[in-house]
């Protein structure tokens, strides 16, 4: 579902808000994985390993990615051969 925009309708076009990809402050795994062309289970596996960015836990327990971090990983990663 890489990309996958809900359809924008009544009030929350009318207000403007609309969540665009890319301008989260805050990422899911699934963001990671479809901004680097990835699938999630190698996202996941990062984090395991210590390779990923740097996550943090949501109340609910989910792993989140700010995207500050994810910027700098990025800049840092070599992810030619982690397919």
């Known amino acids: 579902m890489c990309g996958y925009r809900w359809p924008v309708v009544g009030p929350q076009l009318a ?26 289970s190698t996202v996941y596996r990062w984090i395991h390993l210590g390779k990923g960015p740097r996550v943090f836990r949501s ?21 030619s051969d982690e397919r």
């Not at 609910?60 to 800049?75: L, N, P, Q, V, Y």
Request: glycine share 12%; hydrophobic share 35%; aromatic share 6%.
């Open 15 to 40: 207000r403007g808000k609309v969540r665009r990809m890319g301008t989260k402050s805050v990422m899911t795994v699934d963001d990671v994985a479809c901004e680097l062309g990835f699938d999630r």
């Open 59 to 79: 109340p609910g327990g989910h792993i989140r990615i700010r995207r500050s971090d994810f910027i700098e990983w990025t800049g840092q990663a070599n992810l």
